[in-house]
Nanobody
Framework: QVQLVESGGGLVQAGGSLRLSCAASGRTISMSTMGWFRQAPGKEREFVANITWSSFTRHYADSVKGRFTISRDNALNTVYLQMNSLKPEDTAVYYC???????????WGQGTQVTVSS
C-alpha cells in the first residue's frame, strides 16, 4: 500500500503562485498514473490534473488549463503541481492520488490547504 503526503499549500494573493508536492512512500509510483484533485468548502471533490507514468500524457481540468502544470520525478517518487495566476476560486484542499484499475483513484493523502485571497 502506498502512502501519499501532500505539502506546499498556503495563503497567497490572487495572481500569485504555489508549488504543491505529493511524496509517496511504501512502494514506487513510477509506473502509476497520478492525479491531483481539490475540494472547496461545500463542494464535491473535483479533478484538477493527471499525469501518466512516463509524463508523456497530461490532462487538465478546463478551469486550470494554461495556469497549472503537473509534473513528476520518478526517482524521487514525487508528483508536483505548479500553480500560477491563482484565483480566489482555486481555494480548496488539494489531494493527490494513485490511479488504479478502471480509472479510479485511491491511496488519497491528507491534503494541503490552498487559500487565494482577492
Amino acid at each position: 500500500q502506498v502512502q501519499l503526503v501532500e505539502s506546499g499549500g498556503g495563503l497567497v494573493q490572487a495572481g500569485g503562485s504555489l508549488r504543491l508536492s505529493c511524496a509517496a512512500s511504501g512502494r514506487t509510483i513510477s509506473m502509476s498514473t497520478m492525479g491531483w484533485f481539490r475540494q472547496a468548502p461545500g463542494k464535491e471533490r473535483e479533478f484538477v490534473a493527471n499525469i501518466t507514468w512516463s509524463s508523456f500524457t497530461r490532462h487538465y481540468a478546463d478551469s486550470v488549463k494554461g495556469r497549472f502544470t503537473i509534473s513528476r520525478d520518478n526517482a524521487l517518487n514525487t508528483v508536483y503541481l505548479q500553480m500560477n495566476s491563482l484565483k480566489p476560486e482555486d481555494t480548496a484542499v488539494y489531494y493527490c492520488a494513485v490511479q488504479v484499475e478502471g480509472g479510479r483513484y485511491n491511496s488519497w493523502g491528507q491534503g494541503t490547504q490552498v487559500t487565494v485571497s482577492s
